[in-house]
C-alpha cells in the first residue's frame, strides 16, 4: 500500500501542505502569542498552521482510500526545460539590466529570451518580436505612463 | 426604495458620462476585449496584466476600467471559444460544448450575433438587480459587529474555496495558503513584523499584483509553453452581416436567453457561485426544457444563448457581494478589491455611502461598458477575428515584459519582479500538484481584514470563542458553513464519480487551462 501511496500526487500534495503548516505554526510560537482576549501577532497564524496542517493531512488521507489512477505523473509528459528557464530568465535578465543598464535593454531581453523557449523559434523572429514591443513598450511606459526608469544608464 | 435608487442611479450616470470616465470605461472594454480574444489569455491573466496601468488613474477611473477589463475580456473570451474551441476562461467552457459546432455548420456568425444579445439582457438583469439588492444587503450589514463580520467572511472564504472547481479540501488548502500569505509583513497592532525573514522590502506585506502575477501570469506561461497547438483559423472569417440570426434562430434563443438570465442571477445571490457553476447549471436545465435534449452538443443556438445569458448575469451578480459587504466570491471580485484597497479605499458597507461616486458610477458604467460592447463587437468583428491569429509564441513573451514593468511600476521596486518570479515557480509547482491558485487571493484580499476582526470580536466577548455561535446572525453563518461542509462530504461519499462539478472537468481535457 506505501509503494502505490508514494506514486499518488495527493501524497505530495497532502504532505506538501501539511509541512508548510507545521513550519508555520512552528514559526508563529516564535512571536509572542497572546491570550484570546488580548491575542498576539503569533495567535492568528498559530491557528492557520495548525488548520492547514489537519488540511494536508486530509489531503493525504483521501490519497490512501482512492484507488491509483494511471494519470498520476506529477511532472508534465513533455519536459518543457528550455521553455521554463527561459521564461524564468526573461524576468530574471529584467531586473538585472534594468538595474544597471535601464529599460531599453532590459525589455529587449525580457521578450527576446522567453521568445527563444518556444520550440518553433528562431533567433531572427524572436530579435523582431523583442525590437517590437521594446519600442512599444518604451512609448507606453515611458512617454505616456511616463514610469521613472531611465531607458539607458551605466551602473545602478 | 424604487425612488432613492433611481435618483442615485441618475447621479452614478452623471459620473460614468464625465468624459474622462467614459474614456478610461472605454479604453477598459477595449483593452480587456483585446487581450481576452488572444487564445490563450483568460480573464484572470487579462485582468492581472492590466491592473497596474490602473494605478496611476483616480480610483473611479481606476475601477471603472478594470471593471471593462473584466467583462470585455469574458466577452473577448466567448469570441474564442465559438470559433475556436478554446475556453480560456472557464464559464466558456459550456459556451464551446454548442458553439463550435455552429462554427462548423457554418452559423458561427449567428452564435457570435446571439452571444452578443444575451451578454447584453443577461448583464442588464444582473445590474438592475445590483441597483435594488446592494442597498438592501448594505443596510443590514451596518448593524454586524466583528463576530458577524468574522463569520460572514469565514462563510464567504469556504464558498469560494469549496465550490470552485477541483477537489474542495485543496481549495481549503489553497485559501488557508492565501490567509498565509496575507499576513507577511508587520503586525497592525503591535508592528511586529511577521514572516518577512528580515527582509525589509517584505515589511509592507507582499504586493497584490506580484502575487496575481506570479500565479496567473508567470505559472500559467510555464504550464501553457509549447503545449497549445497551432490555432485552426479555417472558420474565422466572420464578416459582420455573418452576424445576423435568422427568424428561427432568434425565435428559439429569446426564451433560453431569458432563463439564462434568471438562472444566473439566482446563482449570483449564493455566495461562491460564480459564472462557471452558472453556465453550467443553466446548460444543463436548458437541456430539461428543450423538446430535442438530443440535439444538444450538435449546434443549438440555445446551448449558446442560455449559457452566455446566465454567466454575464452572474458576472454582474458578483459585484454585489463585492461592492456592498467587501466580501468577493471569486479571484476575480478580489483583484478588483484589491485594486481598490490599493486606491487606498476600504472595501466593506460603508462604501456605498462614503463613496458613491464608485459605486453608483460603477453600475453606470456597466451599461456604458456593455453598449461599447456591442458597438465594438458588431461592426468590427473582422478585427476581432484576426487577432485570433496571433500565435501563443510571440504573445507570452510579450506578456511577461508587462508583467515585469508592471510590478515594477507598483511601488518601483526591482525586488518585486524577483518576488513575482519566485511565486510564478511555486504555483507552477502547485499547478503540478494539481491545487488550482485561484482561492489563494481569495484569502490574501480577505486574510488581513479577517485577523482584525476576529481580533476584536475576541476583545469584545473576552476571549469567548462561542461568541460566533451565540450572536443569532454570525450562528446563521457558521451554520451555513457546517451545512456546506456537510453537503460537500455527502456528495463525496455519495457518488465520487458522477459529481455535476466534475462535468467542466471532464471538458477540460482538451483545453490549455488558462487561469480561471
Known amino acids: ?156 | 426604495m424604487f425612488e432613492t435608487a433611481l435618483t442615485d442611479l441618475w447621479y452614478g450616470f452623471g459620473v460614468a458620462l464625465e468624459p474622462h470616465n467614459v474614456m478610461w470605461c472605454f479604453i477598459g472594454v477595449f483593452a480587456g476585449n483585446m487581450v481576452g480574444v488572444l487564445p490563450g489569455m483568460g480573464a484572470l491573466a487579462t485582468i492581472s496584466i492590466l491592473l497596474p496601468l490602473t494605478f496611476g488613474i483616480k480610483p473611479v477611473g481606476a475601477i471603472l476600467m478594470l471593471a471593462g477589463v473584466f467583462y470585455g475580456s469574458q466577452y473577448g473570451g466567448a469570441i474564442c471559444s465559438i470559433l475556436l474551441n478554446l475556453p480560456c476562461h472557464p464559464p466558456h467552457a459550456v459556451t464551446c460544448l454548442d458553439g463550435f459546432p455552429l462554427t462548423k455548420k457554418g452559423r458561427g456568425g449567428a452564435a457570435l450575433g446571439i452571444t452578443v444579445i444575451s451578454s447584453f439582457v443577461g448583464a442588464s438583469w444582473g445590474i438592475t438587480e445590483m441597483i435594488f439588492l446592494a442597498p438592501i444587503l448594505v443596510e443590514v450589514a451596518l448593524k454586524f459587529g466583528p463576530a458577524e463580520i468574522c463569520s460572514l467572511m469565514l462563510l464567504g472564504l469556504l464558498a469560494g474555496s469549496t465550490l470552485a472547481r477541483g477537489s474542495p479540501l485543496k481549495g481549503v488548502a489553497m485559501t488557508l495558503c492565501g490567509l498565509l500569505i496575507g499576513i507577511v509583513g508587520s503586525d497592525i497592532e503591535t508592528g511586529t513584523p511577521r514572516f518577512t525573514f528580515g527582509i525589509p522590502n517584505l515589511f509592507d506585506g507582499v504586493e497584490i499584483v506580484a502575487l496575481a502575477l506570479g500565479l496567473f501570469g508567470i505559472a500559467e506561461f510555464m504550464k501553457s509553453v509549447n503545449q497549445l497547438s497551432e490555432v485552426d483559423t479555417k472558420y474565422t472569417n466572420i464578416k459582420f452581416k455573418d452576424l445576423r440570426p435568422t427568424r428561427d434562430e432568434f425565435r428559439r434563443a429569446v426564451p433560453a436567453m431569458f432563463r439564462g438570465t434568471i438562472i444566473g442571477s439566482l446563482c449570483a445571490l449564493i455566495p461562491g457561485t460564480g459564472p462557471t457553476i452558472a453556465s453550467f447549471i443553466s446548460y444543463a436545465a436548458e437541456k430539461k426544457f428543450s423538446k430535442t435534449p438530443e440535439l444538444f452538443g450538435t449546434g443549438m443556438i440555445e446551448g449558446v444563448a442560455c449559457p452566455e445569458a446566465s454567466t454575464h448575469s452572474s458576472v454582474q451578480g458578483d459585484f454585489i457581494p463585492t461592492m456592498s459587504l467587501g466580501i468577493p466570491g471569486d479571484a476575480v471580485m478580489a483583484l478588483i478589491l484589491g485594486a481598490l484597497m490599493i486606491q487606498g479605499i476600504v472595501p466593506g458597507p460603508q462604501l456605498i455611502s462614503e463613496h458613491p461616486d464608485i459605486f453608483w458610477g460603477l453600475i453606470a458604467s456597466f451599461w456604458i461598458g456593455n453598449i461599447i460592447l456591442v458597438v465594438l463587437n458588431v461592426p468590427m468583428i473582422g478585427l476581432w477575428v484576426k487577432l485570433l491569429t496571433i500565435p501563443y509564441k510571440f504573445l507570452y513573451p510579450s506578456a511577461l515584459f508587462f508583467v515585469a514593468i508592471g510590478v515594477y511600476s507598483t511601488n518601483n521596486d526591482m525586488f518585486q519582479v524577483g518576488e513575482t518570479v519566485l511565486i510564478g515557480i511555486i504555483g507552477y509547482l502547485l499547478l503540478l500538484l494539481d491545487f488550482h491558485p485561484a482561492p489563494v487571493l481569495l484569502g490574501f484580499v480577505l486574510g488581513p481584514r479577517f485577523e482584525e476582526n476576529f481580533r476584536r470580536a475576541m476583545l469584545i466577548s473576552r476571549g469567548d470563542i462561542w461568541v460566533f455561535v451565540k450572536h443569532p446572525i454570525s450562528a446563521v453563518f457558521i451554520g451555513l458553513c457546517v451545512l456546506l461542509i456537510v453537503m460537500q462530504i455527502y456528495v463525496r461519499l455519495r457518488a465520487p464519480k458522477a459529481l455535476p462539478m466534475d462535468m467542466p472537468l471532464g471538458t477540460d481535457a482538451k483545453i490549455p487551462e488558462a487561469a480561471e
Open chain 1, 1 to 156: 500500500m506505501f509503494g502505490q501511496l508514494v506514486k499518488k500526487r495527493d501524497f505530495y500534495a497532502g504532505s506538501v501542505m501539511t509541512l508548510f503548516g507545521l513550519a508555520v505554526a512552528l514559526d508563529s510560537m516564535t512571536y509572542t502569542l497572546g491570550t484570546l482576549t488580548h491575542m498576539g501577532p503569533g495567535m492568528f497564524p498559530l491557528m492557520l498552521g495548525i488548520t492547514l496542517t489537519f488540511v494536508g493531512m486530509l489531503i493525504t488521507g483521501t490519497a490512501l482510500f482512492t484507488p491509483l489512477s494511471n494519470n498520476e505523473n506529477i511532472l508534465p509528459r513533455q519536459k518543457e526545460w528550455r521553455g521554463w528557464f527561459c521564461i524564468l530568465a526573461g524576468p530574471i535578465l529584467f531586473i538585472v539590466l534594468g538595474e544597471f543598464f535601464g529599460l531599453v535593454p532590459a525589455t529587449f531581453a525580457c521578450v527576446f529570451v522567453p521568445a527563444l523557449g518556444d520550440r518553433t523559434a528562431t533567433l531572427k523572429g524572436s530579435a523582431i518580436l523583442a525590437a517590437g514591443v521594446t519600442f512599444f513598450g518604451v512609448l507606453l511606459f515611458v512617454y505616456v505612463l511616463k514610469i521613472p526608469f531611465p531607458m539607458f544608464r551605466l551602473g545602478s
